[in-house]
């Protein structure tokens, strides 16, 4: 993982469509005499305190939308605070309103699938619109980011398929839970494009925070903390055939819970393989007939084309494996060779 910047443009977006609509859909909750929240209950009427800790929420929405992640986790403790004040032993509310009423306010689904929404004053219930100018799509790609931040291992595209509406949906993490968190469902750096893996089957519910974890939208890398070495026991990689206990990990003690919850040592002796090649590359990089055969084909990096992937550490969001490359690469002590 290496330090992604979400672009101005894109916060300027978030801001000026969802951060707008959902202030106004807020506003329109707080004020109706009854608002739909599902068949069961669909002329609801909020309680005063529903409404108090509703208001506090509007208050700092500019903030739970586009604020950076240590904002958003001084906001957690600000709203859990003001959430254990109004709803003291009053459990039903405050179920209510974390499990119904926020989720569909700062609804993830519909900013991923670009759905927003208004609020029907006739009815309470919502209004959709088509939303083609910002979505989890577009986020995405003004991001740049094409593999996952946390593991390395898989692409992140998502795509529409040509004569087809069904696109390929993005997957993105909350970095704070969302069901912990509902408000912080689509505040901007609470997202992060990430592969299913990662997301599901591996953090899933995991309570993440800033002390215990690495964020990839703040100053932090990952990378600087962690390596994938090839062990000091192997003397020459001359025709070596690699073992799985050859693979050594540097582990700072930072990102101990990162590493182990992504499950990054075990997943990344898997690629052995992958590993074997690059180090055959490697030990080839010192043969001069190699290299010019490379460099002939005029490319602007011709040590990534050796090596099939790119292997400063700066590029490693850009192609899976490139942190082990880079790593190995370090390693070794490779770089481009001069004329
Ligand atoms: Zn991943």
Redesign the pocket.
Known sequence: MIKITIPKEAIELHKNTYCKEISQYLRDVINSTTIYIDKNIPHARLTSGEKSFLEFILQHINEIMIADPHRLEELIELITTEADQQFVNNTTCRDRIYKKILPKIFDYESFRDGISWRFDKTNGKRLSTKNEKWNGNIFIEKLGVRC?P??N??YVFSVKRENSQKTVKPCLDHFFSQSRYPYLGVSIYNLVP??T??NSSLKGNIDFNLKDYLHPYCDEHLHDHFKVNIATTVKSLKGYKLKDSDIEFVCSEKVQKHVND?ALKEFYKKHLDYIQEIVIKINDYGDKSYWDSIKRYDVADPLQLLLGNFWQSEDINKRPLAKITADLCEQYGISIIDD
């Open positions: 996952c946390y593991c291992r898989a990430c592969c893996v990662c992504f």
